[in-house]
């Protein structure tokens, strides 16, 4: 005889496999995916492609704001033959003000390019390290004496209100609340100092990557290489 020792039996818990069969049935469902050919494989850059550039203007998180950087290196169509993104064109990108505790990263979205020529094209890229990862990093401020200096502050008053307290008795033995008021005035300032939120400075001259989201389709005529 075979005794089922799981826990629960068969109406456990549903597994990961179990999730898997799901996703893949959603997957059958939507029906097969069709293989299609580029069209345009000179005068298309691929998407994933990475464009090294060097930052021309700095990043500072505490508000948003916009950036610019310059291509450093030629990028070539999908069959590498033409050109289509030059050394010396321009990027443009917008970046937002918040960041969260333990970030070190900016996250920029690049909106634009402009090569020499004159001939733009809206990227909605994202930026990357040289590495290709996710967002440019920086130097965080995080702000720690403005943050935390005034509740330590806080606290050594509080214990030597405390000690002061002790001696300060009526004649009958009550002790003086002057400790309570002095703590509700320190949560007071440790509640203001929390609001404040680290800050990230990238300098001009790093180096960056866009991260193309998205074939880009330029017009045909460039130089070969």
């Known amino acids: 005889?075979?005794?089922?020792?799981?826990p629960g039996g068969a109406t456990g818990a549903p597994t990961a496999a179990a999730g898997q069969n799901a996703s893949d049935q959603a997957a059958a469902a939507e029906g097969p995916v069709r293989a299609a050919r580029l069209t345009r494989r000179?005068?298309?850059?691929?998407?994933?492609?990475?464009?090294?550039?060097v930052l021309e203007t700095a990043l500072d998180s505490t508000r948003p704001g916009h950036v610019r950087a310059i291509v450093s290196r030629d990028i070539t169509g999908f069959d590498g033959r033409q050109v289509l993104i030059p050394?010396?064109?321009?990027?443009?990108g917008e970046y937002e003000a918040d960041l969260n505790a333990g970030q070190n990263r900016a996250f920029v979205q690049w909106t634009r390019l402009v090569r020499p020529d004159g001939v733009t094209i809206a990227l909605a890229s994202p930026a990357a390290d040289v590495q290709g990862r996710a967002g440019i990093q920086g130097k965080v401020n995080s702000h720690f004496l403005e943050r935390f200096g005034a509740a330590f502050l806080q606290s050594t008053l509080n214990f030597g209100m405390g000690l002061a307290g002790r001696s300060l008795t009526g004649d009958n033995g009550v002790v003086v609340a002057l400790p309570g008021a002095v703590q509700s005035s320190g949560a007071t300032s440790v509640g203001g100092g929390s609001q404040i939120r680290p800050t990230l400075r990238v300098d001009a001259g790093v180096r960056v990557t866009v991260f193309v989201a998205r074939d880009l389709e330029f017009p045909s005529g460039e130089t070969r290489r």
């Open 1 to 6: 005889m075979v005794i089922d020792t799981t």
């Open 42 to 53: 000179a005068t298309t850059v691929q998407q994933g492609t990475l464009i090294p550039a």
């Open 87 to 92: 050394r010396g064109t321009r990027l443009f």
